[in-house]
């Protein structure tokens, strides 16, 4: 993490931590109690737990480092402790849906004073250099359960059967509109540096940057559309086991997979998809969404191709201009048109195992157990969603999950 040290930098900092904590509370300002209290699914939490859990983060790293701090409840750091082994036991992951108390009102309380006691000790300046890191940390930790708090709710609703609607979206695209055309984008091989140059934040894993060799390589231009997916449905991609890993195939096989997460095919309507705007048609030319690693590496070779590493994927969002677009807005939470965008709409799977980079060291502490301890069994995701904070994302970024994960905002860029 960087260190923030001027005046000029802690007022910035300050308005910043404001910022996102004001994010999190629009995100679930329409949101009842019973929308916020259940889990649906071990993977998955229930709203309530991230707005408390990312507050028990500045709690327990920034105010707690004062020894003559006294926690609101005690209670708190067992309940919204997520995976820091070091700072004691925690509340079952699988059972966060199960704590009916304290309750939403209880949790926001705990968000405002948490926050003002942050506040307060940032306009003060009696915060030190790692602690005002620390605050810096929240912040980028805050965003990342403002993503997740999105998906996983959008998981919780689609399990109801009225398949109800949380935002308004504004009018549908044109179902008849194209896609940006395909086009291919040279990345020369040779030595190249990638990872984090220090320029600014980064998670651990970003670091250290170093070199890598790269061969001759093309990504495309954009990512692949959902009408690119239907006819990989269509050609019967589900039914050939040739074409999947072997554990993509089981997997398949035990969870009756025909279709992207979300997907369902009515005789009337033909292929529709719930989103955070409630069911709606499929959209030809929006980029496919809500795929594993194992469907995005079928598709890959059913079409001929296959996922680029995630060097690759740096090196090749490093070679051009910068294109944002399809990042969070709270008034839609879904993918735009497939265009060229180097950051935005979905993630996308990469061919790279989740591994830590030549020289990678974790941070002493309970900050320490930040990524280092997840760098097994996952795949890394480069790039960002329709629910990363605009400010979120880089090219640097190493997003990761398990290979069979539906319910993240994914889908994938092809290499050749």
């Known amino acids: 993490m960087t260190t923030v040290s001027t005046r000029q930098d802690t007022t910035a900092l300050l308005d910043r931590f404001r910022d996102v904590r004001a994010r999190t509370d629009r995100l679930v300002r329409d949101l009842t109690p019973e929308d916020q209290t259940p889990q649906s699914m071990t993977t998955a939490s229930p709203v309530k737990w991230h707005r408390a859990h990312t507050t028990w983060f500045f709690e327990e ?28 036991e925690r509340h079952p992951r699988a059972a966060r849906g199960q704590v009916t108390r304290p309750g939403v009102a209880e949790v926001a309380a705990y968000r405002a004073d948490v926050e003002q006691q942050v506040a307060d000790r940032v306009c003060a300046g009696t915060l030190d250099e790692s602690s005002l890191a620390l605050v810096e940390l929240g912040c980028h ?51 190249t540096r990638v990872g984090d140059a220090g320029e600014g934040f980064a998670f651990d894993n970003e670091r250290p940057r170093h070199r890598v060799w790269l061969e001759d390589v093309e990504l495309a231009g954009r990512q692949v559309t959902n009408a690119e997916w239907t006819e990989f449905i269509a ?25 992207p997460g979300y997907w369902r095919h009515d005789e009337d309507e033909g292929w529709t998809t719930f989103t955070l705007s409630g069911r709606r048609p499929v959209v030809a030319a929006e980029p496919v969404c809500h795929i594993s690693f194992f469907e995005a590496d079928a598709f890959a070779r059913w079409a001929g191709y296959r996922l680029p590493t995630e060097h690759e994927w740096e090196a ?54 930040y990524n280092g301890k997840f760098m097994n069994d996952q795949h890394v995701l480069r790039g960002a969603s329709a629910v990363t904070p605009p400010e979120h994302p880089r090219i640097t970024y190493r997003n990761f999950f398990p290979a069979d994960s539906r319910w993240v905002f994914a889908g994938l860029r092809l290499a050749r």
Not at 68 to 87: C, H, I, K, M, Q
Not at 235 to 244: N, S, T, V
Request: proline fraction near 9%; hydrophobic fraction near 35%.
């Open 316 to 369: 090749w969002a490093a070679s051009g201009q910068e294109v944002r677009g399809g990042l969070l807005d709270p008034e839609r939470c879904h993918p735009d048109l497939a265009r060229e965008v180097t950051l935005g709409n979905v993630w996308e799977w990469t061919a790279s195992a989740y591994l830590p980079y030549p020289g990678f060291v974790t941070a002493p502490g309970a900050v320490g157990e």
């Open 235 to 259: 050609d019967g991609a589900y039914e050939q086991p040739d074409l999947w890993l072997s554990d993509g195939w089981a997997t398949l096989q035990s969870q009756g997979w025909r279709a």
């Open 141 to 191: 930790h805050e965003e990342q359960h403002q993503e997740l708090l999105l998906t996983d709710f959008k998981h919780l609703l689609s399990g109801n059967v009225i398949q109800p609607a949380h935002v308004d979206r504004a009018a549908d695209p044109d179902p008849t509109a194209e896609p940006a055309p395909l086009r291919w984008m040279h990345v020369p091989g040779g030595v």
């Open 61 to 88: 790293f920034v105010l707690g480092a004062d020894p003559g701090y006294r926690p609101r409840d005690p209670a708190f750091r067992y309940l919204f402790n997520s995976y820091y082994e070091t700072v004691g």
